[in-house]
């Protein structure tokens, strides 16, 4: 969707940086960064037709770090003699230079509250790194699974009152997709043992959040979700990778 071709390896230190074509946009990603998917969704959801740069984090190719105020984090945003970085900047950015299909609700106050679910989401996402640390630690994963539940009651509220299939309405719009790529870790988070996040699969969790997870559900079989998405499997490996201080940026992955 909108992908005019995308870096097989992730680029590292030593490499070339591939030539930039006029007017030709371009994202910086690694493929399991799930800031770099924030981006990755905007772009398919607005169609925009879009290179795609993987980077490797751990060897970051000399170029990247020259581009980069924040030390080569990944996504960037470039095209023609225009850089830009920070996942939220570049979808805003994204929104401005692309306004079809908006993404944001054209009422100012309503686009303020989308943005402050988002920055209520950071401690939902916090989560999933607290859990991956605690992994084998049942008595931590316990504390976190009930922190995880309590969280998500505040999205849970929040789409019983919007009344909507997606947060924005009939479709994702920029809260749904600033919110999705952890959201998709979720089942990996469960076999990791937090057995109580909502996944789309079975067993469904608690009833206290029966809407969100009915909203997961629609989320993954979103043709435009689906395009940036990762299989539960990889994602455990490359987490696992990560965890052992080795991530495997260039492992083979399978098609969701
Ligand atoms: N606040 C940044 C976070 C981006 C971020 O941390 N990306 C990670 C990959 S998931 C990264 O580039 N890590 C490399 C580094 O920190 O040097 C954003 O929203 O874009």
């Given amino acids: ?15 070339e940086c591939p030539p930039l074509k006029p007017g030709t946009l371009r994202c910086y990603s690694m493929k399991f960064c ?8 905007v772009l398919a959801a607005k169609g ?3 290179e795609i740069v ?11 770090l020259a581009k ?4 080569g984090k990944v996504p960037g945003l470039e095209l023609d003699d225009h850089f830009a970085t920070e996942s939220l900047i570049t979808c805003d950015l994204l929104e401005e230079l692309y306004p079809q299909p908006a993404l944001y609700p054209t009422d100012p106050w309503l686009k303020a509250r989308d943005r402050l679910m988002v920055e209520l989401f950071g401690s939902v996402s916090s989560l999933t790194y607290q859990m991956y640390r605690a992994m084998g ?21 929040e789409l019983v009152e919007r009344g909507t299939p997606f947060f924005f309405g009939d479709r994702p719009g920029m809260l749904d997709l600033m919110i999705w790529p952890w959201v998709e870790r979720f089942p990996a988070a469960r076999k990791l043992g937090v057995t109580s996040l909502p996944t789309g ?21 979103h043709p435009e979700v689906k395009s940036c998405s990762v299989t539960t499997e990889d994602h455990m490996k490359f987490i696992k990778s990560f965890i052992a201080g080795n991530p495997d940026y260039d492992m083979e992955i399978s098609s969701v």
Avoid: C
């Fill in 1 to 15: 969707m909108g992908v005019i071709s995308e870096t097989k390896k992730h680029l590292t230190t030593g490499s």
């Fill in 34 to 41: 799930p800031y770099a998917q924030r981006t990755r969704l």
């Fill in 48 to 50: 925009v037709p879009h």
């Fill in 54 to 64: 993987n980077i490797n984090l751990k060897a970051k190719p000399e170029w990247y």
């Fill in 68 to 71: 980069s105020a924040t030390g």
């Fill in 137 to 157: 630690d049942a008595q931590k994963i316990k504390q976190i699974s009930e922190d995880f539940n309590t969280k998500l009651q505040i999205f849970e509220k």
């Fill in 201 to 221: 699969e079975m067993p469904p969790p608690p009833p206290e959040i029966k809407h969100f997870h009915e909203w997961v559900m629609r989320m993954t079989q």
